[in-house]
């Protein structure tokens, strides 16, 4: 039977009803992120659409040929166990419970792998955001709590099944994470039409996968990064499939996961177990209640913050984007454009940093809708 319930922040006290606070989903500099996603939103957005045209005029002429988006990407500014503290503090500091910790980066087990080997972060679990590519789209898995001994072969398998798209090696692949008892399976934000195929055709396709595959999937994930009414819609899938639902904050930046898992589990593998029998008990933050759009401008502005102590030492943001060139060398922002970022980019990334003003945050925040409602 499954039971999810949602508590709503009220300063900690319906987290220390528990024995721990789970972050689910967050991602490290070992993330890769697409950048396709501004063609679509330079069609709607002036500033962007005026700093993409300049970017690629800019391109163009200095290399001679077109700039794609599809092999551009962006990294997330926290190394590993950066983003492992701000998750820690945010529930030991703030909800004074027990903090249970899974880094899940895009089809990358370097983050939890590499802290591994400091004492205070030894029982990390291993785990990933797993691409599937899938029919006329793909969807994302977060897998949890890999064997440790195993994990490498695991993620080599799965990089396999995300580059050819063999349909019957799915079936067993899942099959196989899913024997394992600790090990964790969830939809991670199953109703967002991320490849941008309509969502109403998203949707269908997506309730077609868990019916296809749900016997190794245990959970859909309600996004602390998308806003309620999709999740309003994954409340209905997870009824319509026979899922409990369960946290997953992806945070790409510095603000912390604002929707998390309670449990009185003091492992993770506790936690799997209790989450695979069908009991969730998830906190939604009053961060998280915040306008959403406020929320979105926030996170830019702190991806386009210099980061003195990156772990990589890409300080700036055009260090952190890289593109694919003809030569099949990637390379960053930075050394594309010679240290010179094109004015019309220069605009849009200043006009984003005046949110650091305190008079300019109230100007947006009154702009907004004040909260998210969560009407079930």
Partial sequence: MNHSKIHLEDGGTSARQ?????????HTLHSRETLTFINRLAKSIGPIGAALEGGKAKYESRHGSSLDLRRAWWTPPLAPRDAWAVEKRQIECRLGVKALISLTDHDDIEAPLSLRVLEECRDIPISVEWTVPYGPTFFHLG???????????IMSALAAFTSRERASDLVCLLS?????????IVFNHPCWDENGIGHEAHVKVA?????????????????????????????????????????????HALEANTILDLTNATSFSEYVEQVRAGRTDILVTDQYREPYAMRILQNIEEILQDHESHGRGWKRWSDRVFYTCDDGVARSLTTLFENRIPASIQFFVRA????????VRQTFRLAFPRRQELAL
């Fill in 352 to 359: 984003v940093q005046l949110i650091r003003n305190h008079r």
């Fill in 176 to 184: 196989a994470l899913a024997e394992r008892k600790d090990t964790l």
């Fill in 143 to 153: 897998v949890h709590n890999l064997a440790g001994d195993q994990a490498r072969g």
């Fill in 207 to 251: 309730t077609h996968f868990v019916q296809q595959y749900g016997q190794s999937i245990h959970a859909l994930e309600l996004n602390g990064l998308r806003p309620w009414a999709e999740n309003r819609e994954v409340f209905r899938m997870a009824r319509e499939v026979g899922k409990p639902l369960i946290s997953g904050g992806d945070r």
């Fill in 18 to 26: 528990f024995r721990s606070a789970v972050s689910l989903h967050s």
